[in-house]
């Protein structure tokens, strides 16, 4: 199919109205999302998932590492922990995106070290940012998309019935994690203007950032190798420090190739520090 008539066709998937949100199954999600909050685990009692010895050793750092290597270090004040797209359709098993991101989160213990993050950063007073995704029904009318893009769209991805429009956002695909809502609700939580395809470039990041002086960030969230690494690609055009947290994000895996991979390869290459979880809460606690 041409890209004309994918958006102009008659029976276009990608065709948006307040009925192509499909409400069914976000209905769905919110029983699922209700009932996930009220058995949701306490991270901070030592329940949470960690990365899998196996998924730890095949995405290893080198041993003999061939480039520089440089970190990043934590400075009060200074420095805020960003947190791209922690939303159902990215995370949870009922999520849109499950069946292709769903074992990289798994062996990656990405839902949990998400929350480790929030935890220690609100403990230590370190200001917390989140980047969402949400797709209104005229994003879908755009007359040209990238592979990505098409796929999001055509399976309502993030769907949001209007910018001014909150109804059946609770529990939906667009919404938060329930196990985050403590955290991103709290009334101190930064939410920033929602980013449209996968960098910040089009939201107002940058400007809260800005406007609270930090120029340094801990970034997390997904996907590592999409939304995440755009990121990390504008904050550092922008001139921030970054240090990317490499098990609290994840990415597709498809005949295509491991997203994940492709990103950890690029983190190395590009940020001012690679971290573990494990690392990150530590050094967070520490700058208190």
């Excluded at 009925?19 to 030592?46: C, F, H, N, P, W």
Aim: charged share 20%; proline share 5%; with cysteine.
């Amino acid at each position: 199919m041409s890209n004309h008539d994918h958006k102009h066709g008659a029976s276009c998937a990608c065709d948006v109205t307040p009925e192509r949100v499909d409400m069914a199954r976000r209905r769905l999600l919110q029983q699922a999302a209700g009932a996930a909050a009220a058995g949701t685990t306490i991270v901070a009692g030592g329940q949470a998932h960690a990365a899998t010895d196996e998924a730890r050793a095949y995405y290893a750092d080198p041993e003999n590492p061939g480039l520089p290597q440089i970190d990043m270090t934590i400075e009060p004040g200074r420095t805020a922990l960003v947190v791209t797209d922690p939303q159902i359709d990215f995370l949870s098993e009922d999520g849109v995106t499950w069946g292709v991101v769903g074992e990289s989160v798994t062996e990656q213990g990405t839902v949990d070290n998400i929350e480790r993050l929030f935890i220690a950063a609100k403990a230590a007073g370190m200001p917390v940012f989140i980047s969402p995704h949400y797709y209104y029904p005229h994003d879908h009318k755009w007359e040209f998309e990238g592979t990505l893009e098409a796929t999001m769209h055509s399976i309502g991805m993030f769907d949001r019935l209007g910018p001014l429009n909150l109804d059946n956002f609770e529990g939906s695909g667009a919404d938060w994690m329930p196990q985050y809502k403590k955290y991103i609700e709290d009334g101190e939580t930064i939410i920033c203007s929602p980013h449209k395809v996968y960098s910040p470039a089009q939201n107002d990041l940058n400007l809260q950032l800005r406007k609270r002086k930090i120029d340094k960030v801990i970034l997390a969230g997904m996907s590592a190798n999409l939304c995440t690494q755009a990121h990390l690609y504008e904050l550092l055009e922008l001139g921030y420090e970054v240090a990317v947290v490499r098990d609290a994000t994840a990415g597709a895996k498809v005949p295509e190739g491991d997203g994940y991979l492709a990103a950890i390869i690029n983190f190395r290459m590009v940020a001012n520090g690679v971290w573990w979880t494990d690392d990150a809460v530590e050094r967070i606690g520490q700058s208190a």
